[in-house]
C-alpha cells in the first residue's frame, strides 16, 4: 500500500530503489534491441507483414540487363529486376532455353533480383529464348510470374519462323500437358535416343505447343514423356510420338497433330490375388486349389462369361470334370465352352444365359490342378442365379457426323477400361439389353479392323497409332428404361 499524505503520493525508499533497478533494466533491453537491428546482416530471413488484404499478384518484372531483345549478343550473365521479393522453385525442370543447351544455365535468386548465367557457348547468328516456366513467384503467397520469356540473337536479326501443333494420347483422344515436344536436326532415327534435341517445348493444358522464332530449316518432330530428367526415346513403355515427314519452317504453314502412344503394351491385366506363403513352396497343410470367380452378389450377367482366377498356373484341367446345370431340376447345360488363357490364371466359361435362371456349376475331384499340385480336393457346386430382362436398360444413340469410310467402332468407357466395343454399320446404334450405369463414349477409328485400338511402332517399319476421338457427352444408362442419345461425332 502506497501512504497517502495531504493528498498526494509519496514512495518509501525500498519502493524508489525498485524503481531505479525497474527503469534501468528495461533502458538496457531496448538498448540491446537497437543495437541488434543495426549489426544484423543483409541475409536476415525475411517475415512477411502481418495483418493486411491478401496479395493475390505476381511479381512484375521491371527491367533486364542485358536489355530484351538484344542483338549481337555476348554477355555470359542475364539479371532480372523485379517489384518484390521471389521465390525460383525447381529451375532445373522450369527453365527451358531454346536451342537446348549442352551445359544447362545456373539459375540464382536473391531478394528482388534474379541472375541467369550462361556457361554453354552461344552459336554464332542465332536467336534464343529462355522461358522460364512456372518457376517465379512471389515470396509471401507463391503467386506464379506467368510467360516471363527473354530473347536475344547473337546476330543482328532474329529468326521468325514457327512450328505449332496438338499432341494427343491417340488411345483416349485425350491430352497430356506432362510431355514435351521436341524438334531435331538429325534426320536418323536413333537421333531420339542418342542426342539432345535442338529445341523442346511445353504443352498448354488442351496439349498445343508452338516453336517461336526458327530459322529457315528442316527439323524432325517429336514427343515424348520425359521420365528421367533427359529428353531421350530410350524405353518403349515411355509416351511417345512422331511427325510422319520432316517439317520445313518455310513450307509448314498449317498445325501439325501428334498422336501418342506406348509401343510396348505389355502388361499383366489379370486379377491381382494375395499370395500366402505357401504359394511359394508345397506344404502338406493345405493342398486345395484357391480360386476367386466372377460372380457378385451370387448373381451372373447374362452378358458376360463366367471367369475363375487362379492363384497359380493351371497345369492339369480335365474338362469333364466341370459339369453346368439349370434350374432346381439339375438339367444338365451341355452348350458351354471352357478357355483357359495365355497366362493359365484364367479360366473362361461361355454360353448363352438364361434370363432370371438359377445354375449350379458342379467342379469334380481333381478335375484342375496348379503347378504346386493343389487341385480341388472335394466335389464343390456354384449355385447362382442370372440377372432379370429388368435388370438391365435399352439403348438407342445416334451419332451425327460420323464417317462410316474411317471402320467406325464404338467403345463404352468406365473409368480407364474399355467395356464394350461395337463395330458400327451405320449412324445408329441400338441395343435390347445394356448393363446400367455411367458410360464415356468413344470413336475408335479401326484401320485394321480388328475390333480393338493398335499401338504405333517407330524403330524399324515406321507406324502411326489408330485415333480414338471422344464424345464430349458422357451417358447414363438406367435400368428397365429406353435410353436415347443424339450425339455429335466431330470425327477427325
Keep these: 500500500m502506497i ?30 534491441s537497437g543495437l541488434s537491428l543495426l549489426m544484423s546482416p543483409g541475409c536476415a530471413n525475411i517475415v512477411p507483414p502481418q495483418g493486411g488484404p491478401l496479395d493475390t499478384l505476381p511479381p512484375v518484372l521491371l527491367h533486364v540487363t542485358p536489355g530484351d531483345s538484344s542483338t549481337r549478343f555476348t554477355s555470359k550473365k542475364i539479371d532480372f529486376y523485379f517489384d518484390e521479393y521471389i521465390d525460383v ?13 549442352t551445359v544447362s544455365p545456373i539459375v540464382d535468386a536473391r531478394l528482388r533480383d534474379l541472375s541467369v548465367r550462361l556457361k554453354d557457348s552461344l552459336l554464332p547468328n542465332t536467336t534464343y529464348t529462355i522461358d522460364f516456366g512456372n518457376s517465379i513467384r512471389d515470396f509471401t503467397e507463391g503467386n ?25 494420347l491417340a488411345q483416349t483422344g485425350k491430352t497430356d500437358s506432362t510431355l514435351i515436344v521436341m524438334l531435331h536436326t538429325d534426320p536418323e532415327d536413333s537421333a531420339v535416343y542418342k542426342k539432345k534435341p535442338v529445341y523442346i517445348a511445353r504443352l498448354d493444358k488442351e496439349g498445343r505447343f508452338g516453336f517461336q522464332h526458327l530459322p529457315a530449316q528442316t527439323f524432325y518432330l517429336y514427343a515424348l514423356k520425359d521420365q528421367s530428367g533427359m529428353p531421350r526415346y530410350n524405353d518403349k513403355k515411355q509416351l511417345f510420338a512422331f511427325a510422319q515427314a520432316s517439317v520445313n519452317t518455310i513450307r509448314q504453314k498449317d498445325s501439325i497433330t501428334l498422336y501418342a502412344f506406348v509401343a510396348d503394351q505389355t502388361a499383366d491385366n489379370t486379377l491381382s490375388l494375395a499370395t500366402p506363403e505357401s504359394a511359394t513352396k508345397t506344404t502338406d497343410t493345405d493342398k486345395r486349389l484357391k480360386y476367386q470367380t466372377s460372380i ?18 493351371i497345369q492339369q484341367l480335365n474338362s469333364s470334370g466341370i459339369r453346368l446345370y439349370r434350374d432346381s431340376t439339375y438339367t444338365p447345360v451341355d452348350s458351354f465352352q ?11 466359361l461361355t454360353t448363352n444365359w438364361e434370363k432370371g435362371q438359377s445354375y449350379h456349376l458342379v467342379l469334380t475331384k481333381g478335375a ?25 436398360g435399352k439403348i438407342k444413340i445416334r451419332l451425327r457426323n460420323l464417317d462410316m469410310s474411317q471402320q467406325p467402332v464404338l467403345q463404352f468407357v468406365q473409368g480407364e477400361r474399355v467395356v464394350k466395343a461395337v463395330r458400327l454399320t451405320g449412324p445408329l446404334y441400338e441395343e435390347g439389353l445394356f448393363y446400367p450405369g455411367e458410360y464415356q463414349l468413344r470413336i475408335l477409328l479401326d484401320k485394321n ?14 507406324k502411326q497409332p489408330e485415333q480414338v476421338i471422344p464424345l464430349e457427352k458422357r451417358i447414363s444408362i438406367k435400368a428397365n428404361w429406353l435410353n436415347e442419345y443424339e450425339l455429335e461425332t466431330g470425327s477427325r
Aim: aromatic share 14%; charged share 20%; with cysteine.
Design 296 to 313: 457378385q452378389n451370387n448373381q451372373q450377367d447374362i452378358l458376360l462369361p463366367f471367369q475363375f482366377q487362379f492363384e497359380n498356373r
Design 89 to 101: 522453385q525447381d529451375p532445373q525442370a522450369q527453365l527451358l532455353v531454346s536451342p537446348y543447351p
Design 449 to 462: 479392323e480388328n475390333g480393338s485400338w493398335d499401338t504405333g511402332s517407330f524403330y524399324g517399319d515406321r
Design 368 to 392: 484342375a490342378a496348379d503347378t504346386l499340385g493343389k487341385q480341388w480336393i472335394k466335389t464343390d457346386t456354384i449355385s447362382f442365379t442370372t440377372k432379370r430382362s429388368t435388370d438391365y
Design 144 to 168: 506464379i510470374a506467368k510467360g516471363i520469356r527473354y530473347i536475344f540473337s547473337t546476330g543482328n536479326y532474329f529468326d521468325s519462323l514457327e512450328i505449332k501443333g496438338q499432341v494427343i
Design 338 to 348: 471352357l478357355k483357359l488363357d495365355t497366362t493359365g490364371r484364367q479360366l473362361t
Design 3 to 32: 501512504p497517502r499524505i495531504n493528498g498526494a503520493f509519496t514512495l518509501n525508499p525500498v519502493s524508489l530503489q525498485s524503481m531505479k533497478q525497474h527503469w534501468f533494466i528495461a533502458g538496457l533491453l531496448c538498448f540491446a
